[in-house]
């Protein structure tokens, strides 16, 4: 475990993980799944507004807005994933829970190694878990490429 | 003693129709004396989300692989994992799960390399459950322990190592049912899934391609005995390299019924396990790409 300082929900979330034995991180895992927010409606029209994380074993798509009119502006995550892909919607619902509405700076300077933090690694095949790390990166690679846009702009 | 076995029409075309069972079975004798269901699924989780009453999990990752030895789980480990799920040596299994019984088919796989003499697969799995409205429950499901026997596994029968197929390059006929892109090197996975990594795309040469036999056809869900093939030859032969009889590769025999050792009744099936992957990575093994067959080189063995 490496000393960097976590924003404070991502830090609780892996002391959430840390704090249950390994047969019921699977149960936390379920739980998460299920607390992933819809997608407001404005995406369900527009799924083509949407980026799939084609890494995933199951269909998985993100969204990213940053807020406007500040020079380190808030980013909103969005997620849409298929009920009958649990462990999918897990790993994009500790993402959220975790990211959403951090600073753009904060978002960037979250390690990339972040899914391996969680313990579930033993638990959750390799191929699942990079899943977990590319939906991350795409995250930052739009959080970059937006402000990019702005700034440009 | 097992259970009798489904009398099912459509399962005819099989050597060892036997080894299937259709939903509606299972509905009817779910909970019986001497029948367990599992589930096996590719996703994880999917169990605890809603399972056929009665159903025990098999966790592919966790239960049936052997973290230090990188292998299957040795003959204590599997008893201990059947007593833990209630299963005795004589119960008849059957097993289901998602994506077209991926893992379904590997568990049955697994059990088979341990002689557990009937484990039949549910046909079309967990998807062809669910698209009928059939009852799925969270609650727990109670399990009775059971003693299961210690029995060392049998890896002779329906397992081939690497060694084994340098051995036979070029006399013994090799079978490449994963998807097209994956047997010309194009793709490391199958397509719609992510790519496999450190895994160079490659086959193993020389390869008997018949018509509809070396890959998986995508066929309609409807298609009662098929809806299961592509998962069964993708986890019992897919990500690997079946070995047939000389009889089998005469392609006499209908693509359908060659394709899964044993629900295909080869007169052997040695069958490599993800041979494939490891080629990938291997030195010194010759590999083919592009759509022709290929040669063994010389000096391959």
């Known amino acids: ?19 249950v034995p390994e047969p019921d991180k699977l149960q936390l895992l379920l739980e998460f799944s299920r607390s992933l927010p819809e ?16 890494e995933c074993q199951s269909p998985l798509f993100l969204a990213v807005e940053l807020e406007e009119g500040t020079q380190d502006p808030g980013v909103n995550i969005f997620f849409s994933a298929p009920a009958e892909a649990p462990t999918t919607r897990g790993f994009a ?8 509405g951090l600073p753009a700076s904060t978002v960037l300077d979250i390690p990339d190694d972040l899914p391996e933090r969680f313990g579930l690694t033993k638990i959750v095949s390799p191929l699942r878990m990079r899943g977990m790390s590319a939906m991350l990166g795409r995250i930052k690679r739009q959080v970059r490429d937006q402000q990019a846009a702005r700034t440009a702009g | 003693m097992p259970v009798e076995a489904e009398n099912n029409q459509d399962f005819s075309q ?16 779910a909970g019986k004396p001497g029948v367990v ?12 989300t809603g ?37 005795s040596r004589d119960d008849t299994i059957v097993v289901y799960g998602d994506k077209s019984n991926w893992w379904a088919a590997y568990a049955l796989w697994v059990f088979t390399l341990f002689g557990h003499e009937d484990v039949r697969l549910m046909n079309g799995g967990r998807d062809k459950w669910v698209a009928e409205g059939r009852e799925l429950t969270t609650d727990a499901t109670e399990v009775t322990p059971t003693d299961y026997p210690v029995v060392e596994r049998d890896d002779s029968v329906i397992r081939a190592y690497r060694e084994d197929v340098l051995e036979n390059l070029g006399t013994t006929p090799l079978i490449d049912v994963r998807s097209p892109q994956e047997y010309t090197g194009e793709r490391t996975h199958m397509p719609d899934y992510p790519q496999e990594a450190h895994c160079a795309a490659v086959t193993s040469p020389p390869r008997h391609r018949f018509p509809g036999l ?19 030859a993708r986890k019992w032969a897919c990500q690997t390299v079946t070995t047939l009889s000389p009889t089998a590769a005469s ?36 590999v083919a790409q592009g759509e022709a067959r290929g040669e063994a080189p010389e000096g391959a063995r």
Do not use: C
């Open chain 1, 1 to 19: 475990m490496t000393t960097d300082a976590l924003p404070n929900q991502v830090q609780e979330l892996i002391e959430d993980f840390d704090a």
């Open chain 1, 39 to 54: 997608l407001p409606a404005r995406y369900g029209e527009h799924p083509e507004d949407l980026e799939q994380v084609v």
């Open chain 1, 93 to 100: 619902s500790i993402l959220y829970e975790g990211l959403d």
């Open chain 2, 14 to 29: 099989y050597a060892h129709p036997e080894r299937l069972v259709s939903t509606q079975w299972v509905a009817d004798n």
């Open chain 2, 37 to 48: 269901v599992v589930e096996s699924d590719e996703d994880v989780l999917l169990y605890e």
């Open chain 2, 51 to 87: 399972h056929i009453p009665g159903s025990v999990k098999v966790d592919w990752h966790t239960d049936l692989n052997e973290p230090d030895t990188r292998d299957y789980v040795n003959g204590e480990q599997f008893a201990e994992l059947m007593s833990r799920k209630g299963i």
């Open chain 2, 214 to 232: 070396a890959q998986p056809r995508r066929i309609p869900p409807s298609s009662p005995v098929t809806s299961w093939t592509r998962s069964t």
């Open chain 2, 251 to 286: 392609a006499s025999v209908p693509p359908t019924r060659v394709r899964a050792h044993p629900l295909a009744g080869l007169r052997q099936g040695p069958q490599l396990r993800r041979f494939l992957d490891r080629v990938g990575n291997a030195v010194r093994v010759p």
